[in-house]
């Protein structure tokens, strides 16, 4: 390729070698910052989480460790999975014009299908969300996945005409095949001298390909990014290495060898602090404790680089592939492939500004769990003291085996009274009390998940709108944390995966969306569609949700009756997305059990004509009054000529039989009428 800014001389592209050296330098920085910078607060998270032991305990002294951590994390994780995962739409996407909206909620329809009917929604977003609020940050990533599926299928009395038809069918192969004469009709084809036909018992082999799209939370310790990151974006290196199985390595079309070379049990990833700590109560993470070589195990890193690689002085994003602890380049002949975006989506409840790692949960709560753990030992300490005090012995007056007899009521042997006298200490815990439930209104009010409930007195004194502003405060950080999760990760989650399958679906499929089967076929929908977010720091109650909704459609149905379906304030789309939503809120996922969607191109009637006025009525009365009189005296002009015909041939009769000669009567009628015309057109009459 030509450099135009520099006389035309060629481009000086990237080796592979050199390729090579900067993949592994990025790849052993970015390890070395997770492991070492993130990896030792995410450990001793998880530690506080599960109420291990913080190392001060002493002996026969309480060992109780509070689980502050854990109480925090399961308070906020429903609530912030019913937001995304529940009847509302936390995420929709939005039509570019007015044309598009049939298409932006059918996208959306089918995005949330993969996300909760393709993949494990839920238990995907519970870890991505779960991981969030105490491993820094929550990473989900999504592909598009080619696998092979394979099943086995048995079959007997099979004719040769059906078993042709099976082995016909593509991906079928034969296994096993039995086939033996036909006893039905066996006798009667060998008394005609023929072969007898054969019928086929046996088993096939079946290999579907279908594509599916696929998302799954990723471990903290399996993502990496560069220590200078602020976001994912705009990250110089992005990765995600993990342990996976030969099969796995080789369908991906790596060559056997090269995956044998890179199989190995010493790889790092297996030593990490974070995944060692997480499998710890359970004789730690061994994936290598297999003799089956198809799931023997390589260390697998799929990178994302900025990278300039022909030379034109502009880094393109590039997808590189690498096996083992020496990161061998095992895609695009070395050099990797060309890629539109990282496939990763991530979420932090406390994001620092212009870092890609913030707060958490546990940077919130471990130094109040340390406290409280403390207060509640000391507490534990006095109430077992002044239950069980400790006994002063004279020595050799008293039956040493007896004192420490702790059985109820035995009996202590003395030589003289008062040689065993207890030393009863007070319990002085309950001085403690107020302290602990001071910790605990100090660990609500970092989290901003305040305990709302109120004693009865206190429900006596405090008016609703005081409980309803209660309860807005104490949910206000879960709905900023809900709003930041919107914004940052799930619209991410939700585009990448319109832009995969928009790019990578190429036919039409058969899904169910709002209890109805339809036919979904992206490849004409825009993937530059934009997500708009519908929870937020003014996302209310769902009382005060509802009651809103209700005061909409009521101004709706109004101006629907005043102005009639085709105003231009609210049609009865707008209409029915209020049904909807107040269906959502009330729980119903499905609102099309009770309200159809309406058609994409539905248009109302049109209106009928506006009803007459008085005056035109009036005035066609009059008017159909006149054409009656008209039309009544010509009926009566054409009686009386009638009439008049009639007395002229009479008259005519008469003077024939009289005067005994012939009159023309036709003569006589062609002048009346010619007489009749004359008068009419206002001429003389004869």
Same mark, same amino acid.
């Given at each position: 390729m030509q450099n135009p800014d520099n006389g035309g001389e060629a481009y000086a592209a990237i080796t592979s070698d050199e390729l090579q050296a900067i993949v592994r330098s990025e790849i052993e920085s970015a390890v070395d910052f997770i492991e070492?910078?993130?990896?030792?607060?995410?450990?001793?998270?998880?530690? *506080?989480?599960?109420?291990?032991?913080?190392?001060?305990?002493?002996?026969?002294?309480?060992?109780?460790?509070?689980?502050?951590?854990?109480?925090?994390?399961?308070?906020?994780?429903?609530?912030?999975?019913?937001?995304?995962?529940?009847?509302?739409?936390?995420?929709?996407?939005?039509?570019?014009?007015?044309?598009?909206?049939?298409?932006?909620?059918?996208?959306?329809?089918?995005?949330?299908?993969?996300?909760?009917?393709?993949?494990?929604?839920?238990?995907?977003? *519970?870890?991505?969300?779960?991981?969030?609020?105490?491993?820094?940050?929550?990473?989900?990533?999504?592909?598009?996945?080619?696998?092979?599926?394979?099943? *086995?299928?048995?079959?007997?009395?099979?004719?040769d005409v059906a078993l042709g038809l099976i082995l016909d069918e593509p991906g079928v192969e034969l296994v096993d095949l039995r086939s033996t004469p036909d006893a039905q009709l066996a006798g009667m084809a060998i008394a005609q001298g023929m072969m007898p036909p054969m019928v086929h018992d046996g088993r096939v082999r079946r290999v579907t390909k279908e594509t599916r799209f696929r998302i799954a939370a990723v471990p903290g310790e399996e993502f990496l990014i560069d220590r200078n990151a602020r976001s994912i974006d705009s990250a110089t290196y992005v990765g995600h290495r993990s342990l996976q199985s030969y099969t796995d390595l080789v369908a991906m079309g790596i060559p056997p060898d090269v995956v044998e070379r890179h199989i190995s049990q010493s790889a790092t990833l297996t030593t990490n602090e974070v995944l060692t700590e997480r499998f710890s109560n359970f004789g730690g993470y061994r994936p290598f404790d297999t003799q089956n070589k198809g799931e023997q195990k390589a260390l697998?890193?799929?990178?994302?680089?900025?990278?300039?690689?022909?030379?034109?002085?502009?880094?393109?994003?590039?997808?590189?592939?690498?096996?083992?602890?020496?990161?061998?380049?095992?895609?695009?002949?070395?050099?990797?492939?060309?890629?539109?975006?990282?496939?990763?989506?991530?979420?932090?409840p406390d994001p620092e500004s212009h870092m890609f790692f913030g707060n958490d949960l546990a940077d919130q709560t471990k130094d109040i769990q340390r406290i409280r753990t403390n207060v509640m030992r000391a507490v534990l300490d006095s109430l077992a003291l002044s239950i069980h005090p400790r006994t002063g012995v004279v020595e050799g007056q008293a039956n040493i085996e007896d004192v420490l007899n702790t059985e109820m009521g035995a009996v202590i042997r003395m030589n003289a009274p008062g040689m065993v006298q207890p030393f009863l200490v007070p319990f002085v815990g309950k001085e403690a009390i107020p302290v602990l439930a001071l910790l605990q209104e100090e660990r609500d009010s970092r989290l901003g998940i305040h305990n709302m409930a109120l004693d009865a007195d206190a429900l006596q004194s405090t008016t609703s709108a005081a409980v309803s502003a209660q309860e807005r405060a104490a949910t206000q950080n879960v709905k900023m944390i809900a709003r930041l999760y919107a914004e940052t990760g799930v619209k991410r989650l939700m585009k990448g995966l319109l832009a995969m399958v928009v790019a990578h679906q190429d036919h039409a499929r058969m899904v169910r969306l709002r209890n109805t089967w339809v036919e979904v076929d992206p490849r004409s929908w825009n993937a530059d569609m934009d997500v708009t977010v519908n929870v937020g720091l003014g996302y209310g109650m769902v009382g005060d949700r509802i009651a809103a909704l209700m005061s909409v459609k009521q101004t709706q149905e109004q101006i629907l009756m005043q102005m009639g379906p085709s105003n231009p304030l609210c049609d009865l789309a707008q209409y029915r997305t209020t049904l909807a939503k107040l269906l959502e809120l009330g729980g119903y996922k499905d609102a099309s059990q009770f309200f159809n969607p309406l058609p994409p191109n539905f248009q109302l009637p049109p209106p009928p004509p506006p009803p007459p006025s008085p005056e035109l009525i009036l005035a066609k009365i009059e008017q159909e009054k006149t054409q009656a009189k008209l039309a009544t005296d010509a009926a009566n002009l054409e009686l009386d000529r009638d009439k008049f015909y009639a007395d002229v041939l009479l008259r005519t009769k008469e003077i024939e039989t009289k005067y005994n000669t012939q009159i023309d009567l036709a003569q006589i009628k062609a002048a009346i009428e010619q007489n009749r015309i004359v008068r009419q057109a206002g001429g003389p009459s004869n």
């Open positions: 070492n910078d993130i990896g030792p607060e995410r450990s001793e998270s998880i530690k *506080y989480y599960r109420g291990d032991p913080l190392g001060n305990e002493e002996e026969g002294r309480s060992q109780i460790v509070t689980r502050d951590l854990r109480d925090a994390v399961r308070q906020v994780l429903p609530q912030l999975v019913e937001v995304f995962l529940g009847s509302e739409r936390a995420n929709e996407f939005v039509p570019k014009n007015a044309e598009d909206r049939a298409q932006a909620e059918q996208a959306t329809d089918y995005i949330l299908h993969i996300i909760t009917n393709d993949n494990p929604g839920v238990q995907e977003f *519970y870890a991505w969300i779960k991981d969030s609020l105490y491993q820094k940050v929550g990473i989900i990533k999504w592909w598009k996945d080619d696998a092979k599926k394979v099943t *086995y299928h048995s079959f007997s009395g099979l004719n697998y890193t799929e990178s994302y680089i900025r990278i300039d690689v022909d030379g034109d002085n502009i880094s393109e994003l590039r997808k590189i592939c690498t096996l083992g602890e020496d990161h061998e380049i095992v895609n695009g002949d070395g050099f990797g492939e060309p890629v539109e975006d990282r496939p990763f989506a991530s979420i932090c």
